[in-house]
């Protein structure tokens, strides 16, 4: 194989099917089963609207590639141009949200502000009382446990070995450089490795003596049954989110609430993240349980010969709180009586791997030529995946990148860069 991709998530997927389209020989190997952690776990926006502005040159071609990621696939992704509206509760919301969109000067998107009149013609039958709110047309959604196998499946017809249940225990190397990767079947040799391992990979670049700042917090999400008439754009409001589905329910979720297991990698990179702690604590929940002891018992280091952690947990699949999601839909249907009629078909809560700067590292590792990550998508990912796949093939093959990729670079963590969230966007 000329390159192993390590995770079977939309960014290792997306990766993978990159590289098979321009010839390479690659294997994809998944610890479980393709997008069975947060790529499916998601809340399945598609979204340039209020990202951060470093995210928003790699994230206007991703919507260029989801327009016709079904037909390249030859499968269904649910994809569909829907909109998406951000309410603003006051003034001083509906002033952030112009000014973000400023971003978009530079792009044929169709994007604006709207009153709360134009919003009441465009959301009939709520009841949103807002200022008004941040509308994009251009944005979409899709189904996001459909997105990852179609295009996992897309780069198998391409040539690629997709292998599940196949966890990479580590990377041999030569002469400093990557040589292969040892998977609980056996090796695999290799020239090139792509890390898009998700909440795993701080775990996993430690084997090879690399430090990645990253935490975890935990989002919970419902579905409901199919309703009537209820809004074709996602709608995103200060006390709860929704998204149509292509069944006719509604994704249903918190829009300022996450919650965070206290972990020894809490303590150990507490000075990273306290720039975004500092502006985020409102939306955080902090949580100290069982995961720490889980966590605290976690080998860091194995033998090549033995069973990582990776073959002990397959799938992350935290538990969701029921009492949070009970309220958020019922400020949903608060805004949407329409949802009255709709019955939770299910609950479900994922881990979403964050950076301390909340943007993505896709990047290629100086210190092991031949290694690369691409991770830490902070709850962006789905939506930016193909063009993260995209651009991370770029790197590996050493074609003119589609963006720039200095913001996403693995340098910025010991580079002197002054590395927080933009605020105020």
């Known amino acids: 194989m000329e390159c192993v991709v390590i995770g079977g998530g939309i960014i290792g997927t997306s990766t993978a099917l ?73 003034d001083k919301e509906y002033d952030q949200h112009e000014r973000w969109g400023r971003h978009l000067q530079d792009y044929q998107l169709e994007s604006r502000m709207i009153g709360a009149g134009e919003l009441r013609n465009l959301l009939p039958g709520s009841n949103l009382e807002v200022k008004g709110a941040l509308y994009t047309p251009a944005d979409g959604r899709a189904e996001p446990q459909k997105a990852a196998p179609a295009i996992a499946e897309a780069a198998r017809d391409r040539g690629a070995a997709i292998l599940t249940e196949c966890a990479v225990r580590g990377v041999e190397t030569t002469n400093g450089a990557v040589s292969g990767v040892v998977t609980e079947r056996g090796f695999i040799a290799c020239k090139a490795v792509v890390l898009a391992g998700g909440a795993w990979s701080n775990l996993f670049c430690g084997t090879l003596g690399l430090d990645l700042p990253q935490l975890k917090v935990i989002n919970t999400v419902l579905r409901t049954t199919p309703v009537e008439n209820g809004p074709d754009q996602a709608v995103w409001a200060n006390n709860f989110a929704i998204r149509k589905r292509q069944d006719g329910g509604y994704t249903v979720a918190s829009s300022m609430s996450n919650l965070v297991d206290i972990v020894p990698n809490s303590f150990r990179y507490a000075r990273d993240f306290l ?32 069973a990582s952690p990776f073959e002990y947990c397959r799938v992350l699949d935290p538990k969701p709180t029921k009492k949070s999601s009970e309220r958020v839909l019922a400020n949903a249907r608060k805004a ?90």
């Open 275 to 306: 720039p975004a702690w500092k502006t985020e604590w409102r939306s955080l929940q902090f949580r100290l349980g069982g995961r720490f002891l889980d966590e605290a018992r976690m080998p860091t280091r194995w033998a090549m010969d033995e």
């Open 18 to 90: 990159e590289l098979a389209e321009r010839g390479l020989r690659v294997a994809l190997c998944e610890k479980g089963g393709i997008g069975q952690e947060q790529s499916s776990r998601n809340w399945g926006w598609v979204r340039i609207s209020r990202r951060d502005p470093r995210e928003v040159p790699l994230m206007a071609e991703a919507l260029r590639l989801w327009a016709r990621l079904s037909e390249r696939t030859g499968r269904d992704t649910g994809y569909a141009r829907a909109g998406i509206v951000f309410t603003c509760a006051d």
């Open 336 to 425: 949407f009586p329409v949802l009255e009629k709709a019955e939770v078909a299910q609950r479900w809560a994922g881990y979403i791997d964050v950076t301390p700067d909340a943007v993505p590292v896709i990047s290629a590792v100086d210190d092991v030529p031949g290694f690369h990550v691409a991770t830490g998508f902070s709850g962006h990912g789905f939506g930016i995946g193909p063009a993260a796949g995209r651009l991370m093939a770029d790197i590996v093959t050493g074609r003119q990148p589609i963006v720039d990729p200095r913001d996403f670079r693995w340098s910025r963590f010991s580079d002197g860069s002054k590395v927080a969230p933009i605020t105020g966007l």
